[in-house]
């Protein structure tokens, strides 16, 4: 049985506006991940959130949800006081997204505090997940005692990917973004970076440059996405393209990509090799664009399983 882990910020999501009206939900890119590699993923399976949770309703709501949709929360901590951040989702006429966030004092950002109960929480995975959100939200201790425990399991041969989701207004400056990017995908053996994040933080010039930059950190295996267009699909020294089964006009692109990485680890994880665990995340991916929010439910995905 495989066990695995996703590292990071659940937050209460505001989507769906109707004039006053708003549909409330939860998502964070790390948990969207989890929720699509868990509906894609065999029943046996066993998945976990690991987080910072508050005292108040609205986290033992979020814990509750997760757990009634096979998701535990392992060893993460309470942190009395606390409470989950918020988000709210505009859309345009195209379906691209604006967000508006209230995340400061979410208890989330307590989730490395307590070293020995997140080495608990990580202790025999087979595939530990985080972005650079996760590491964003992390004051510097807790970061490095978080890379050190993930460092250590690695060393026991447990699968680490990343995603640096690069979001700005997470980093205080540039420079020290592009620090801690450097060190996650050192952290990784699988990165899922996104070329236009990439690109605005190393100001590379195409996917390709990506790849290169990234594999002098040493992970062996990369894929760039860029958004609908295709995949570059590198391991080792071999990259190969792969672009989607067909074009599709976005309803809703949030969790687009967090989709496309929850469908693909899923697909490595049932042994497909990583051309075609690419091509099943495009289509994952283009399933979840034609549906508004980032957690598409998972009965409408349990027939695809790789």
Same mark, same amino acid.
């Given at each position: $049985? ?7 910020? &659940? ?98 950002? &307590? ?39 993930? %460092? ?15 979001? !700005?207004?997470?980093?205080?400056? !540039? ?22 994040? %990439?690109? +605005? ?10 790849? %290169? ?5 040493? !992970?062996? %295996? ?14 080792? $020294? ?17 969790? +687009? ?8 680890? +899923? ?30 439910? $998972? ?8």
């Amino acid at each position: $049985m495989t066990r695995v882990v996703s590292i990071g910020e &659940c937050m209460i999501e505001l989507s769906g506006r109707e004039g006053v009206t708003w549909r409330q939900g939860y998502a964070g890119d790390t948990l969207n991940t989890l929720w699509y590699l868990r509906a894609l993923s065999a029943p046996s399976t066993e998945t976990d959130y690991v987080s910072a949770f508050g005292d108040d309703p609205f986290s033992h709501e979020q814990i509750a949800f997760l757990r009634a949709n096979g998701i535990g929360v392992a060893a993460s901590p309470t942190i009395p006081g606390k409470a989950p951040g918020l988000y709210a989702i505009t859309l345009d006429a195209h379906g691209e997204r604006s967000f508006t966030y209230w995340r400061q004092n979410a208890a989330a950002r &307590c989730l490395a505090d307590d070293y020995d109960a997140l080495a608990e929480s990580l202790s025999g995975a087979g595939l530990i997940y985080l972005s650079g959100i996760t590491l964003a939200i992390l004051d510097e201790r807790s970061r490095d005692d978080l890379l050190s425990i993930i %460092e250590t399991a690695r060393a026991r041969d447990t699968v680490v990917a990343f995603d640096p989701n690069y979001r !700005p207004r997470l980093w205080a400056d !540039p420079g020290h973004a592009r620090t801690v990017m450097r060190g996650g995908y050192a952290a990784a053996s699988i990165v899922l970076p996104t070329f236009d994040d %990439e690109q +605005a933080l190393f100001g590379d010039a195409n996917p390709m440059e990506t790849i %290169e930059r990234i594999r002098h950190h040493g !992970p062996g %295996e990369i894929v760039v996405k860029s958004g609908g267009a295709e995949a570059l699909v590198a391991v080792d $020294m071999a990259v190969t393209p792969v672009a989607p089964p067909q074009a599709i006009e976005p309803l809703d692109t949030t969790g +687009a990509g967090d989709s496309f990485n929850g469908a693909y680890l +899923a697909a490595r994880l049932a042994r497909k090799s990583p051309q075609d665990a690419a091509l099943f995340a495009h289509s994952v991916a283009g399933m979840v664009i034609r549906h508004h929010g980032a957690l598409m439910p $998972m009965q409408k995905l349990a027939d695809i399983r790789p």
